[in-house]
């Protein structure tokens, strides 16, 4: 018989004894808590890590984690098995899906090749060795320092500020004269320009110590931190979470108006300043880095988002004539932006279009490869709102439709995020019409992801449950159609099957914003394409951005008319573009100027004074369309 | 007989009962208080104004004061009558010396003819009218604002702050769409430069609406704020108060050392900001002003005292090889710089050269036409250090000798500052030696203040009473002179005459002293004219500047060999220069531009380096000095 053995988590009360050869998400059961494991403990998806402080287990697998990871403690708890007293720490990352390793980031963004930090960068270190004052050479600290960085750079100017002005002294001879000035040279080390000393340290530090930045892309719904390397390029941690002020509201709009509420404004900014700086924190952890010594922060985000991060006032971003108050934010000091860097580091805001198309869609256009393709391309970023461009690198068209946040699981009676308990894919018999589901976590279903949402509305139309204006056919024969308060309505899961102990439907009203949701985006890309003379099915690729994007089945998705009837191979997922812009601009001051360059190039069209739209809007509130040519590979079972 | 009226001074717990008629300095006595008469109550200095809050008064005569001063209720005390029931203010600067009104500021300051404010201003404010944002032109606030704004000035860029920014769209749509920026245009407006937004305002504000910036002159022992109306270039209120670092140290070196010990640094950066704080707030209550609409700072301060202010760690003045952390300091926000003026208002610290050459000699030399006159021109600042400057427009040699803070008082027994009580002027009887003298504020004497030094020397050595070594001669026939615990003596008033009811005394450590100090300066002279080759009878002016200055009686500062030994004529003090200097910096960029040029220019010698200044010094330890070919003038008349 095995050895009792005490494990200990961190966000339980008491240790729980189990026998030894118990895996560590078995031991975290009898603990009362449950660890995400979307692959169903096969030790596939990495998102069951947890850090093991103290005591001794044994790993069947650690894929997924660096050797780095493991070295710190980090174990895949459905791999790995008590062997000893231990103290277990679960991350705070379970609770949403997100990146764990270094490993996983590497095959998500790889540093461009031919990243070349003496130029690309902006932010450099430059080691110098000062000549001693004497009697004979009463030079100033600053005028020393300044003249021997002059020399070793070929800059033209130099500026320092207060904050650094005080530490100098004491920086320069406690190195003995040796000192490693942090600058932040604003337009590039190949012209001859300016630079700013953002940080001085003592002595000469070679250059394989790593310096530190961070872009951040900042979500309505998550906010992603990823700390690099900037000298070698390499991303060396990121963390996910979500964006604290969505208790004040899911959406943008809700938000502004919180925001106009007495101190609401003030209470939004400083609710996403704790989820960055708490990011920050935790991926220099992972990092083994400090935020203090993050020198430049890359931020990207919706216009809305930008704007309350900064307490710039958004009200009129939600009121005709829809503007913002900039769309380009000066370049400002961590401490005045708020975050958790070195102080005077320096926060770069990537510059927006308008209201609804902001920095997210502008490093998106840019890390997508969009402004530099020949191929007429349509990019596309769903989340609350539908942001889409249109172009190649010749010419860039765009629009944002408030799509509203239906395919976020808002507004739809058993809507949710994709999260543990979320059902993110329904599968419908064609002969019995019942339904079969797969669950994020593996548990029982809670409701329905936005994935789920678009696969459920595509199964209910190819087996003719419902008919193309998004009507129930109550002459079934099964009990999952039924009239419901909401009018017809679908059951997807059986109360005693679910987590919240009540059926989990879909109701026409639903369906009704589903429908208007995918509508609007759709009725965009026609806009798009009519604006400058494009017919849809001249566009040669379609891109998808924003973390909704990666998880959309592309055949649902055209049965419902959500995306436009073309061959697949015509569609690419590409994960987070606006973080992967950022991280761009981050790395190379021509990116971070490429995405300057596209906002300005970007010719944006406002939907809700184009009477296009609302034709465009109204003739897509069919299913899959009324002009079903328009699909021609969508072929409905049940029609009648 | 006459009705009894109620007076309550401020600064009095009780009011006091007085009979009409009553002189208000008569009533001030009754409840207590000393009011600063220098002129003796002949209302003649306008030192004793005080501000009559209610009640009624008659003014016989308002010499100094402004029709505006008379209108806010200010009054002379000396020459002002009771008439009613009274409220008087008693305005702190009764403690010392300075100018009342804005008509004596304009004895000392003339706004520079030809200045105008629209070519030399670097700060302007610029009315614009904008279009209306609409759904045909969605222009965000601040590509709207900087539109025009670049149209109205022809400037080539714009920059904004984000604190600007947050308050951007409230005073765009308070204003309806009229709205008056502040600018900061650091290159000023002619070229095609680059400006910042350091304010907004609502509506179009005419130019008779004043803009306001200040000059402020950071002195060891005393601090001058003066308001300035830019756009007239008028100054508009002016105060004086002793820098409340006083407490921690009388002169520059024990600054710096309480500055290196625990938080001492922190102390003083916060003493002198409640100094200039306060000043700013008081200058601008009689300007009419409100800090917070104050744009621009310019300061003027001896190196250790802007590294005070500044909280730069000053410790490498004092050490050898005497070198400032910087010479050149950033341009601050008031924000950054701890003032409180606008927020965003610039502070710039005026240039300086070296440790002991600082930015009140630099701004000295600009508002003193030395760096623009043809003349031969010795330049003198004496205080704790007596700095120094030689030179015309084509060159400038500039040193400064530790001259110890004696001729401020401190290093002697009976020393004081020039306040209420000190005696400021000697006579001796050749005769009888006997002692006559006069006092600040005529009360009973306290002590000596630097010019009675002087004058006291210069009388001891021009009636025999001393030799030319300063020792006193024993054998006289009087009881002023007498041995005492410090070797000789001579005793100045008599215990029963003084308000500190012991003999006022000069000793001859006292002399030694003094010696010392005037032998350093004559010996920073006698080097400065050497390193050039020019002997000072080549001297064509001297010009005398800082708070001291003013009051030295030259002949007798010739007597004791403090200042060299020509006609009166080529003698003249110049009042505070440095705040003069920082006064036209305020207005015009192009005199802050000159001032960094004379800083650029000036060669400094270091003296505690220099062999022929220990020569020069010992040289000068004589009275007036060993070699009396240098003092033809000079003819002592006790000589033996």
């Known amino acids: 018989m095995a050895t009792s053995f005490s494990v200990k988590f961190d966000i339980s009360d008491e240790p729980v004894e189990v026998p030894g050869g118990t895996l560590l998400t078995d031991a975290a059961e009898k603990a009362g808590i449950k660890i995400n494991q979307p692959c169903g403990g096969q030790g596939r998806c990495g998102q069951c890590a947890v850090q093991v402080t103290s005591g001794q287990v044994r790993r069947r697998s650690t894929i997924r984690l660096s050797a780095e990871d493991v070295e710190d403690g980090y174990a895949l708890a459905c791999q790995t098995v008590v062997e000893g007293d231990l103290k277990v720490v679960v991350p705070p990352q379970e609770k949403i899906q997100q990146h764990l390793t270094t490993g996983q980031l590497a095959a998500d963004v790889v540093v461009p090749s031919g990243y070349d930090y003496h130029k690309d960068q902006t932010i450099q270190r430059i080691p110098v060795t000062l000549k001693q004052p004497s009697m004979e050479d009463q030079t100033s600290d600053w005028a020393r320092l300044k003249t021997a960085m002059l020399q070793e750079t070929g800059l033209n100017e130099i500026l320092i500020s207060l904050?650094?002005?005080?530490?100098?002294?004491?920086?320069?001879?406690?190195?003995?004269?040796?000192?490693?000035?942090?600058?932040?040279?604003?337009n590039g080390m190949?012209?001859?320009?300016?630079?700013?000393?953002?940080?001085?340290?003592?002595?000469?530090?070679?250059?394989n110590i790593p310096l530190w930045g961070a872009a951040v892309d900042i979500g309505t719904t998550t906010v992603k931190v990823m700390l690099v390397d900037l000298i070698s390029g390499e991303p060396k941690g990121q963390a996910t979470e979500y964006n604290a002020q969505i208790a004040r509201g899911e959406d943008v709009i809700s938000r502004i108006i919180f925001a106009g509420k007495g101190e609401g404004d003030k209470t939004l900014r400083?609710?996403?300043?704790?989820?960055?700086?708490?990011?920050?924190?935790?991926?220099?952890?992972?990092g083994k880095s400090c935020n203090d010594t993050i020198y430049k922060t890359i931020l990207s985000g919706n216009s809305t988002m930008i704007h309350l991060l900064l307490q710039i006032p958004p009200s009129s971003i939600r009121l005709a004539p829809y503007i913002t108050v900039a769309n380009n934010i000066p370049v400002m000091s961590a401490l005045e932006a708020g975050l958790r860097t070195h102080p005077t580091g320096k926060?770069?805001?990537?510059?927006?279009?308008?209201?609804?198309?902001?920095?997210?869609?502008?490093?998106?256009?840019?890390?997508?490869?969009l402004s530099e393709t020949e191929k007429i391309t349509l990019f596309l970023d769903v989340g609350t709102n539908g942001e889409m461009v249109l172009g190649s690198k010749e010419w860039l068209v765009t629009c944002a439709c408030s799509a509203g946040p239906a395919f976020e699981g808002a507004g739809v009676l058993h809507g949710m995020r994709a999260t543990t308990g979320a059902i993110d894919e329904v599968w419908i018999n064609e002969e019995t019409k019942e339904a079969a589901w797969r669950v994020i976590g593996d548990g029982k279903?809670?409701?329905?992801?936005?994935?789920?949402?678009?696969?459920?509305l595509a199964?209910?139309?190819?087996?003719?449950?419902?008919?193309?204006?998004?009507?129930?056919?109550t002459s079934l024969d099964t009990k999952r159609v039924r009239k419901g308060s909401h009018g017809g309505e679908y059951v997807v899961s059986w109360a005693d099957e679910t987590e919240i102990d009540e059926d989990i439907i879909l109701t026409e009203v639903d369906i009704d914003n589903l429908m208007r949701a995918k509508a609007a985006i759709f009725a965009g890309f026609s806009v798009l394409g009519e604006s400058v003379g494009i017919p849809l099915e001249s566009v040669e690729q379609v891109l998808i951005g924003g973390g909704f994007g990666q998880y959309i089945n592309v055949e649902k998705a055209v049965q419902i008319g959500l995306l436009p009837d073309m061959p697949w191979e015509r569609f690419q997922f590409l994960g987070n573009t606006s973080l992967k812009g950022a991280y761009l601009a981050l790395l190379d001051l021509k990116n971070q100027q490429e995405i300057s360059e596209i906002a300005n190039r970007m010719t944006y069209i406002e939907l809700s004074a184009d009477n296009r739209f609302f034709d465009a809007f109204t003739s897509a509130m069919f299913l899959p369309h009324t002009d079903m040519t328009l699909f021609p590979s969508v072929k409905i079972g049940g029609d009648k």
């Open 459 to 473: 199964e209910l139309l190819m087996t003719g449950v419902i008919n193309k204006s998004g009507r129930f056919d």
């Open 445 to 456: 279903p809670k409701g329905l992801c936005g994935s789920a949402l678009i696969s459920l």
């Open 190 to 207: 190949e012209k001859e320009g300016s630079a700013e000393v953002v940080d001085l340290l003592p002595g000469l530090i070679p250059e």
């Open 270 to 286: 400083s609710l996403v300043l704790e989820t960055i700086n708490e990011l920050l924190e935790r991926a220099c952890q992972r």
């Open 163 to 186: 904050p650094i002005l005080q530490k100098l002294p004491t920086v320069l001879r406690e190195g003995d004269w040796k000192v490693s000035p942090v600058l932040y040279v604003e």
């Open 347 to 369: 926060v770069i805001c990537l510059p927006g279009v308008a209201s609804y198309v902001g920095s997210d869609i502008t490093a998106g256009v840019l890390s997508s490869g």
